[in-house]
């Protein structure tokens, strides 16, 4: 398979799987174990980053209206909707950044085809939107509280196969937040951290030895970006009609498949 086809195919992969709950960087994961992707642990890295780029634009241009409304009220200079709604954001990135910055050599070791904890996170993911999906009182906006549990639940879906919109989601339809409210929020508190993220990749020169070609980056990002804006409109009207179970089966079904090639092929 050539390189620019694997591109392709991860780019859709991560398009998909971002704003869909069933975890973007374990369907990255098992995309490059069956593509046999041996990139190194930085170029694979720089893929998974780039392609995460496209999703985050993905939500700005899906949340335009959002983002736009947000930073005129910033500009505004006092106490309002959008300065709370940001303050809520920032708050709820804490305890993933925190993560990301204590544990960064360990995860990105996680990133590297480990499987079977992809389908360990999968089942959980699994269960955190089967709760959800019969969750019934869903009308409040999130406060500080909330904002913090809901960090937290994207603090650990940074592990690959935990689906990070599936358990932010959920975390916030449990909490019994409005589930129009809970997609946005959910979809909107990821950006300042991949975009965090990258800063500081960069920052540190982690990329500026990788032999991933501008073409195969370009590639990817493109087809990421494209279906990253489709997934996430799909999702969120999955999300209004509470029809996140269909998800949860997807999940067990794909954990179940890989850890039953595993049990065979060791």
Not at 169 to 175: A, D, G, H
Not at 181 to 195: E, Y
Request: glycine share 6%; with cysteine; aromatic share 8%.
């Amino acid at each position: 398979m050539t390189d620019i086809l694997r591109s392709l195919i991860l780019g859709i992969v991560q398009g998909l799987t971002e704003f869909l709950p069933v975890s973007s960087s374990g369907h990255l994961e098992l995309a490059k174990w069956l593509l046999n992707d041996d990139s190194l642990a930085a170029e694979s890295m720089l893929m998974t980053v780039t392609l995460h780029a496209a999703t985050a634009l993905a939500t700005l241009v899906v949340f335009r209206k959002d983002v736009l409304e947000i930073i005129r009220d910033l500009f505004k200079f006092q106490w309002n909707d959008g300065t709370k709604f940001a303050a809520l954001i920032v708050v709820s990135m804490i305890p993933a950044a925190i993560v990301g910055v204590l544990f960064d050599d360990l995860l990105e070791a996680l990133f590297d085809r480990q499987i079977v904890l992809v389908a360990a996170m999968l089942i959980i993911t699994g269960l955190l939107l089967f709760l959800a999906d019969r969750a019934r009182s869903t009308e409040k906006a999130v406060d500080w509280k909330d904002a913090v549990i809901i960090g937290l639940a994207q603090a650990v879906a940074i592990l690959p196969g935990i689906s990070r919109s599936g358990a932010t989601i959920s975390t916030s339809v449990l909490l019994g937040i409005d589930r129009e409210k809970a997609a946005r929020f959910s979809f909107l508190m990821v950006v300042p951290l991949i975009l965090g993220k990258m800063a500081k990749d960069l920052l540190d020169g982690e990329f500026t030895a990788n032999t991933v070609s501008v073409t195969e980056l370009g590639i990817g990002f493109v087809a990421a970006f494209v279906t990253g804006i489709l997934a996430c409109v799909w999702m969120i009207s999955l999300v209004k009609k509470a029809k996140l179970r269909w998800f949860a089966y997807y999940c067990f079904a794909v954990a179940g498949l890989v850890l039953a090639w595993k049990a065979i092929n060791g």
